[in-house]
């Protein structure tokens, strides 16, 4: 059975992007484009690896990730990685107290070197 992952993107470009190279890797993907919509699929649970952006419209990635520690879903999401533009380490170490995984400064991967990031997190 494929791996299940979550894209929480707001920027559409982006966000089909991640979808199609993930899909073409043999992973089955969803997607939200909001904060609202992603902490939604993040309550129902079972993802193998979710893809979370830090800036998103209604609530953002560090809201999401501390609402998950307060509340976990009834089913677990195993991984998380946070994807964002901006290089502030206290946001990263935020993100690392609250149980991500990894993080990925958007502008300075290429598909490829997120597929590889991916992969290493979920084989």
Same mark, same amino acid.
């Given at each position: 059975?494929?791996?299940?992952?979550?894209?929480?993107?707001?920027?559409?470009?982006?966000?089909?992007?991640?979808?199609?190279?993930?899909?073409?890797?043999?992973?089955?993907? #969803?997607?939200?484009?909001?904060?609202? /919509? &992603?902490? =939604?699929?993040?309550?129902? $649970?079972?993802?193998?690896?979710?893809?979370?952006?830090?800036?998103?419209?209604?609530?953002?990635?560090?809201?999401?990730?501390?609402?998950?520690?307060?509340?976990?879903?009834?089913?677990?999401?195993?991984?998380?990685?946070?994807?964002?533009?901006? #290089?502030?380490?206290?946001?990263?170490? /935020? &993100?690392? =107290?609250?149980?991500?995984? $990894?993080?990925?400064?958007?502008?300075?991967?290429?598909?490829?070197?997120?597929?590889?990031?991916?992969?290493?997190?979920?084989?």
């Amino acid at each position: 059975m494929a791996k299940k992952i979550l894209v929480v993107e707001d920027e559409l470009f982006l966000r089909e992007l991640y979808i199609q190279i993930l899909k073409d890797a043999g992973y089955d993907v #969803d997607s939200a484009s909001d904060g609202d /919509e &992603g902490m =939604a699929k993040l309550r129902s $649970g079972g993802y193998d690896l979710v893809l979370l952006d830090i800036v998103l419209p209604k609530r953002d990635g560090i809201q999401i990730l501390k609402e998950l520690q307060k509340t976990p879903p009834q089913k677990p999401n195993h991984a998380i990685i946070v994807m964002s533009n901006i #290089d502030k380490e206290a946001t990263i170490a /935020e &993100g690392v =107290a609250l149980g991500i995984k $990894g993080h990925i400064i958007k502008s300075d991967y290429t598909p490829d070197q997120l597929l590889a990031e991916v992969k290493r997190i979920i084989p």
